[in-house]
Nanobody
Framework: QAQLTESGGGSVQAGGSLRLSCKVPEYTPPTKCMGWFRQTPGREREVIAT???????IYSHSVEGRFTISKDNAENTLDLQMTSLKPEDTAMYYC?????????????????????WGQGTQVTVSS
């Protein structure tokens, strides 16, 4: 069972920045798409950004223009650079490896398309 490991969460004031990182084990089966999700208490886990094997990036409207997803294939890492953070960005953030059948070329997936999850890292933005 692949286990993704996130790091980089924490507390920041509104307008600040944070960078999340996700380590993907080398034995993780290949996938065409990786992504970041987030979840707040009482709400469903929502996708905010994905990156495909060709480098295509897709963002949710809530983070587009403020967050940037990137990956380093040599290091097996997936990052999320978050800028201009808002209190509504407060959530648990999860790294995800999508099913090989999802290519992340045209639209954002639901959590049902995720094959492997990380344990999550908390991001808290204060006003």
């Amino acid at each position: 069972q692949a286990q993704l490991t996130e790091s980089g969460g924490g507390s920041v004031q509104a307008g600040g920045s944070l960078r999340l990182s996700c380590k993907v084990p080398e034995y993780t089966p290949p996938t065409k798409c990786m992504g970041w999700f987030r979840q707040t208490p009482g709400r469903e886990r929502e996708v905010i950004a994905t990156i495909g094997s060709t480098g295509v990036e897709i963002y949710s409207h809530s983070v587009e223009g403020r967050f940037t997803i990137s990956k380093d294939n040599a290091e097996n890492t997936l990052d999320l650079q978050m800028t201009s953070l808002k209190p509504e960005d407060t959530a648990m953030y999860y790294c995800a490896a999508l099913t090989p059948h999802w290519d992340c070329l045209t639209s954002l997936p639901t959590s049902s398309k995720v094959l492997y999850w990380g344990q999550g890292t908390q991001v808290t933005v204060s006003s």
